[in-house]
């Protein structure tokens, strides 16, 4: 790892296009040997967001959800936005309850992902959540997401699942598999 890169001087940023949900910035950047570039990014929020691994005894507790962007359900692990003010903890607890109607006494952070960095400035919280307990809360959800109860011990088989595909399930899959392996 090279902690001497010297960063970019960012010499203006502009936004050059804006949806209800999106705002894409043009960012024209220096490099220390005076190159020069212009990078398109989506415009930090500061929000990050929480996917929980559930587990219910020997099961993982998946749900299935519309992906608008592919035009099917996908198979994972529930998520959400954490809201402000919330702890990371506070917001897999209440994605939790919201989508799978569970609760979790024990709540573990394995890691916190990045989503291709060079276009996004969000960050993924990935939360193990164990001693689950029924708990429902409404949640902003359009329609019911079916649960999938899947072995802990046949966890690796989701990877051979046609509509488990997303990279964040996946890398939230192997970490599951190495914090239970320790």
Do not use: C, H
């Not at 917001?91 to 109607?101: D, H, K, Q, S, T």
Request: avoid cysteine.
């Amino acid at each position: 790892m090279n902690n001497n890169l010297q960063k970019p001087r960012i010499l203006s940023i502009e936004t050059v296009a804006r949806s209800r949900l999106f705002n894409v910035e043009s960012v024209d950047l220096e490099f220390s040997n005076g190159a020069r570039r212009v990078y398109e990014r989506m415009r930090p929020s500061g929000r990050q967001a929480v996917m929980i691994v559930p587990m219910l005894g020997e099961d993982l507790l998946l749900i299935r959800e519309y992906a608008v962007g592919i035009e099917q359900y996908e198979l994972g692990f529930p998520k959400g936005l954490i809201d402000p003010g919330e702890t990371v903890f506070e917001a897999a607890n209440r994605e939790l309850m919201e989508e799978v109607g569970f609760g979790a006494e024990r709540l573990e952070l394995l890691t916190t992902l990045t989503m291709a960095p060079s276009y996004f400035s969000s960050r993924m919280n990935i939360v193990v959540a164990q001693g689950l307990y029924p708990q429902s809360r409404q949640g902003d959800e359009p329609e019911p997401m079916p649960q999938v109860r899947w072995p802990v011990r046949d966890m690796l088989a989701l990877l051979e699942e046609p509509d488990f595909r997303e990279a964040r399930n996946i890398s939230a899959l192997f970490l599951t598999q190495r914090w239970l392996s320790r």
